[in-house]
């Protein structure tokens, strides 16, 4: 079994700043891609930040320049720099890992229970 645990979230105005961190843990044989995504009222979740196995970081078009995805392999562990943030960033933010597991090495997709971001105007 896999837990992905989020923290960070909260309420700040308009043009502040938060971080979020999720940390991986428990029958980890390798993590192969991980990253945040985030899911608004009405809308589907979206992909906010990510890395792939192959080490290729992508961002949404709409937190370019705003965030920062980071990675500590050695703590199983993933930030997300969010700075001047904005009310359109308001959503549930979602951790979530490709593992492979150190039962049999498959790959699965595990997600964290989600963080709520608020900016308020």
């Known amino acids: 079994q896999v837990q992905l645990v989020e923290s960070g979230g909260g309420l700040v105005q308009a043009g502040g700043s938060l971080r979020l961190s999720c940390a991986a843990s428990g029958s980890i044989f390798s993590i192969n891609a991980m990253g945040w995504y985030r899911q608004a009222p009405g809308k589907q979740r979206e992909l906010v930040a990510a890395?792939?196995?192959?080490?290729?970081?992508n961002y949404a078009d709409s937190v370019k320049g705003r965030f920062t995805f980071s990675r500590d392999n050695a703590k199983n562990t993933v930030l997300l720099q969010m700075n001047s943030l904005k009310p359109e960033d308001t959503a549930v933010y979602y951790c979530n890992a490709v593992v492979a597991t150190i039962q049999n090495g498959y790959e699965y997709d595990y997600w964290g229970q989600g963080t709520q971001v608020t900016v308020s105007t």
């Open positions: 890395i792939t196995s192959g080490g290729r970081l």
